[in-house]
């Protein structure tokens, strides 16, 4: 299946669709602006005609998976009821466009959820739609409350399992956000297929090995999985669209 850069879709019919905005600040007033903004912009946000779910993110260093925060990268994760609305809104509402008018650099991509478990919040908020198949470019979400007593033993694996994922040859995209430093992780990450996703879950190492340390711990309070199909995205970062390194592998 290719990727569509104007996110067209190859099937009929409304589907509810997420957006995933990556918002880069120069040092200095840009950044004091859009930390301010993690508190501020919510008004703003909850007026956007047609929005759902929605979260205001700040990232970690390195490639964001650190609970040292990195005050140069923010994200708005949102749901809209179709790509079209989502496409029209993340381009059209001003608390959009002011971010977009302050940044550097800025990156959207739009999602179809195709499966999800768990909560955020106390809300399922994407609703999965299997019809649309898991043919070609797959995004991974994980969000989890990490409860206090386990915070200090899930960092200390954290940077093993970044090594991993940043050596992995098959990732296009990948970045931790998160809404509290320490306490809310949420990883995302594009793979060009449903194999090569599942080759790095099921891996034996720092991975995989979190993962079962977080099931016989009990680490999380609350958690989140979910997949989606990848429609198309907008803008670049660091200079470029991150789809393009699928480009040829789907």
Do not use: C
């Not at 600040?25 to 946000?45: N, Y």
């Not at 260093?61 to 994200?75: D, I, K, Q």
């Not at 990156?107 to 919040?121: E, H, I, K, N, T």
């Not at 340390?213 to 200079?239: C, I, K, M, N, Q």
């Amino acid at each position: 299946m290719s990727i569509f850069r104007d996110g067209r879709q190859k099937r009929t019919g409304a589907i509810q669709t997420v957006s995933l905005s990556f918002f880069r600040f120069a040092p200095g007033a840009a950044r004091l602006w859009a930390f301010a903004m993690m508190g501020l912009a919510r008004p703003a946000m909850r007026r956007i005609e047609g929005i759902g779910f929605w979260k205001l993110l700040g990232s970690g260093t390195g490639e964001g998976f650190t609970p040292v925060p990195n005050t140069g990268v923010y994200a708005i994760l949102a749901t809209w009821p179709d790509l079209e609305t989502a496409r029209a809104r993340t381009e059209s509402a001003s608390i959009f466009r002011r971010y977009a008018a302050r940044s550097v650099e800025n990156w959207q991509v739009f999602l179809a959820p195709v499966s999800v478990r768990g909560r955020w919040s106390g809300e399922t908020p994407f609703g999965a739609d299997r019809s649309t198949g898991q043919d070609g470019p797959l995004a991974a979400l994980t969000r989890a409350t990490i409860r206090p007593r386990a915070a200090v033993r899930f960092w200390q694996r954290v940077p093993d399992i970044s090594t991993v994922i940043g050596s992995d040859p098959n990732v296009a995209f990948k970045i931790g956000v998160g809404e509290v430093p320490l306490f809310h992780q949420v990883t995302f990450s594009i793979w060009p297929d449903a194999a090569s996703m599942a080759a790095f879950a099921r891996a034996d190492g720092p991975h995989a090995r979190a993962v079962r340390a977080v099931r016989d711990g009990d680490w999380f309070s609350e958690e989140l999985y979910a997949r989606f199909r990848v429609l198309g995205d907008r803008g670049s970062w660091h200079g470029t669209s991150p789809l393009r390194r699928l480009e040829g592998q789907t």
